[in-house]
């Protein structure tokens, strides 16, 4: 398995995703460098995974683009109010 800091973007993000978190344009660039997500989701896709992608309406009223495996819709969906914001935090909070 290859050191955290030896992921490419595209494996960085599927790690991410498998872990049950959804991923905007802005939380790639934050947490993985990435500028460009949607060819990163095509990849993954093309590798056999369902991704879903659906726009979200954040509580500032801006709408994104939100990315996430079909696996965990429900959750998703569950938990959509605070996903942009805690799963940032989250994970930053333990790097």
Do not use: W
């Amino acid at each position: 398995m290859k050191n955290p800091a030896q992921l490419t973007q595209k494996e960085a993000i599927l790690n991410f995703l498998k872990q049950g978190y959804s991923i905007t344009q802005l939380d790639a660039l934050h947490l993985f460098g990435c500028m460009r997500l949607a060819p990163r989701i095509i990849e993954i896709r093309r590798m056999g995974y369902d991704v879903i992608s659906e726009n979200y309406r954040t509580p500032s009223g801006k709408t994104v683009s939100q990315y996430f495996l079909a696996e965990f819709k429900k959750q998703i969906e569950e938990n959509r109010d605070n996903a942009l914001f805690s799963q940032l935090k989250t994970v930053m909070d333990s790097k």
